[in-house]
């Protein structure tokens, strides 16, 4: 699933579903690329076939993000889920509206236990929230964003070394 162009199609079919050629125009890349890309998120369960339809003469295969699984529950953090966030990061920030708002942040903080449970809570919400409003890719009345979040607890060295470096704090 690390892998940008995966990233991106779980976003695109979340809101509606999409065939390997419509994913193809989407993201600009080759039919054969995005076929093999959404086989390896069917494996995964990540997508679901959400209608089979006619077209050209041929069986048009038409996938869905699987819903209640959403990237904020993978726990596993590997650096490759990370370098594909950022550069998806990367490749949208290119693509920013000029003069549009948005939001923009960094953090590293020492919070308490409590706090950083309610922030997560919080941020989950908004997130499904988001991801509840989305439309299929160019409806009408809607306007394209871009979101990367990746909020974590970090290791710290020790508690010790806190405690000892009034910087730290």
Same mark, same amino acid.
């Given at each position: 699933?690390?892998?940008?162009?995966r990233?991106?199609?779980?976003?695109?079919?979340?809101?509606?579903?999409?065939?390997?050629? /419509?994913?193809?125009? %989407?993201?600009?890349?080759?039919?054969?690329?995005?076929?093999?890309?959404?086989?390896?998120?069917?494996?995964?369960? *990540?997508?679901? *076939?959400?209608?089979?339809r006619?077209?050209?003469? +041929?069986?048009?295969r038409?996938?869905?993000?699987?819903?209640?699984?959403?990237?904020?529950?993978?726990?596993? +953090?590997?650096?490759?889920?990370?370098?594909?966030?950022?550069?998806?990061?990367?490749?949208?920030?290119?693509?920013?509206?000029?003069?549009?708002?948005?939001?923009?942040?960094?953090?590293? *903080?020492?919070v308490?236990? /409590?706090?950083?449970?309610?922030?997560?809570?919080?941020m989950?919400?908004?997130?499904?929230?988001?991801? %509840?409003?989305?439309?299929?890719?160019?409806?009408?009345?809607?306007?394209? *964003?871009?979101?990367?979040?990746?909020?974590?607890?970090?290791?710290?060295?020790?508690? /010790?070394?806190? %405690?000892?470096?009034?910087?730290a704090?």
């Open positions: 699933m690390a892998h940008p162009v990233l991106r199609m779980l976003s695109l079919m979340w809101a509606a579903p999409l065939s390997a050629a /419509e994913l193809s125009r %989407e993201l600009d890349i080759s039919h054969a690329l995005a076929s093999q890309h959404l086989r390896r998120l069917d494996a995964a369960g *990540l997508v679901e *076939l959400s209608e089979v006619s077209h050209r003469g +041929g069986r048009e038409r996938y869905r993000t699987v819903h209640g699984t959403p990237l904020s529950d993978r726990q596993d +953090g590997t650096p490759l889920l990370a370098e594909a966030l950022a550069r998806n990061l990367r490749d949208r920030a290119a693509r920013r509206a000029p003069g549009q708002e948005g939001v923009t942040s960094d953090a590293e *903080l020492w308490a236990p /409590e706090a950083w449970d309610a922030f997560r809570t919080r989950a919400e908004l997130l499904a929230d988001l991801h %509840e409003a989305a439309r299929a890719p160019h409806a009408p009345g809607s306007v394209l *964003l871009g979101a990367t979040v990746m909020a974590f607890l970090v290791q710290a060295d020790t508690a /010790e070394d806190a %405690e000892e470096d009034p910087d704090r």
